[in-house]
Nanobody
Framework: AQLVESGGGLVQAGGSLRLSCAAS????????MGWYRQAPGKQRELVST???????NYADSVKGRFTISRDNAKNQVHLQMNSLRPEDTAVYYC???????????????WGQGTQVTVSS
């Protein structure tokens, strides 16, 4: 299986971006999908996750500004980012816990990352 992100870019503070991630391959089931980010010199951190049942989790720093959504039929997850701040600048990675037809267990998969840059 592979995850492919899209939608990153450069935006001014206060602006918006929408990230998308599509999972493909011989996917049997997806437990959850989500977004993490890593700024230069910092550890990768959780941004938001959503389970197949629709349970959502947000980092405190993005609550009220970011909205995660999921299309289970298309194996896609989206992240609508509003009121962006310079401190949101990072590489954003899609992550999914999923099972493929080749295994009997689920494991984590990561996308290649997409750069989000917010200018002040």
């Amino acid at each position: 299986a592979q995850l492919v992100e899209s939608g990153g870019g450069l935006v001014q503070a206060g602006g918006s971006l929408r990230l998308s991630c599509a999972a493909s391959g011989n996917i049997v089931s997806i437990n959850y999908m989500g977004w993490y980010r890593q700024a230069p010199g910092k550890q990768r951190e959780l941004v938001s996750t959503i389970t197949s049942a629709g349970s959502i989790n947000y980092a405190d720093s993005v609550k009220g500004r970011f909205t995660i959504s999921r299309d289970n039929a298309k194996n896609q997850v989206h992240l609508q980012m509003n009121s962006l701040r310079p401190e949101d600048t990072a590489v954003y990675y899609c992550k999914a816990l999923l099972r493929t037809g080749a295994t009997t267990f689920s494991r984590d998969y990561w996308g290649q990352g997409t750069q989000v840059t917010v200018s002040s």
